[in-house]
């Protein structure tokens, strides 16, 4: 016989149910689902019995164990700034192509060996300011587009098997990843204030519960490992 199980909905008890029409309803990863002989319910992405439902339905509950990858973001920003750097080069070559010749003889080979040309460097300050301004706004669509994807991250975080969610473990909208990414420049804002020393803040990731980074928390969001 199944199991049957209630659910806990403004403080009543409804059902029974069995597991498959829960999971019909459809079942919430807070849920709180209770047995016959209990009084207290427990949430319902704790229970072994939902976990192959959850994944299958893409859900990831964020939690300590699922969101201890977080020595896979650092590689995963290496991949992601290979694709972001190369794929605006290639793209801007090919609709920008006059552009693109002039900053290649301004920016040379040449100029990380000759001195005289980098104390000249502050001629050139706008097509920093350019360069700077289209990587930013480059990684910041890359990143929320990808999020709200299919993906659910990166090309750098797909490959290592993390997902970006919001707090009951589903996918972001583009909305919602755009503010995350946004987020990030809390960082350079903090660059102004300390310096380098800013990138020290991205090291909470390390020992805040459930591993989020101060654009996570802002967000809502956090980074989970697929399998887990």
């Not at 029974?16 to 427990?42: H, I, K, N, W, Y």
């Not at 502050?122 to 990587?135: F, G, P």
């Not at 750098?156 to 990843?177: M, N, Q, S």
């Amino acid at each position: 016989m199944d199991n049957e199980y209630y659910i806990l909905e403004s403080g009543q008890k409804l059902g029974p149910f069995t597991a498959q029409e829960l999971m019909d309803r459809p079942l919430e990863p807070d849920d709180l689902v209770v047995m016959p002989l209990q009084s207290q319910g427990t949430e319902a992405h704790l229970m072994p019995e939902f976990r192959e439902y959850f994944i299958g339905e893409g859900i990831y509950y964020p939690m300590p164990e699922n969101t201890a990858s977080y020595f896979l973001r650092l590689p995963a920003y290496i991949i992601d700034f290979i694709i972001i750097i190369f794929g605006t080069e290639i793209l801007a070559f090919i609709l920008f192509p006059g552009y693109m010749s002039h900053l290649i003889g301004i920016f040379s080979i040449k100029f990380l060996t000759d001195p005289k040309l980098q104390e000249n460097l502050m001629k050139h300050e706008t097509e920093i300011i350019v360069i700077q301004l289209v990587i930013f706004v480059v990684t910041i669509l890359y990143n929320s587009l990808c999020e709200a994807g299919r993906m659910r991250g990166s090309i750098g975080k797909f490959i290592l098997g993390l997902a970006v969610v919001d707090g009951l473990g589903y996918g972001l909208t583009f909305g919602h990843a755009l503010r995350r990414n946004l987020g990030k420049t809390i960082y350079e804002v903090l660059g102004l204030i300390i310096g380098p020393l800013s990138y020290l803040a991205y090291l909470k990731i390390l020992w805040s519960f459930r591993h989020q980074g101060i654009h996570d928390q802002m967000a809502g969001c956090f980074v989970v490992k697929r399998n887990k």
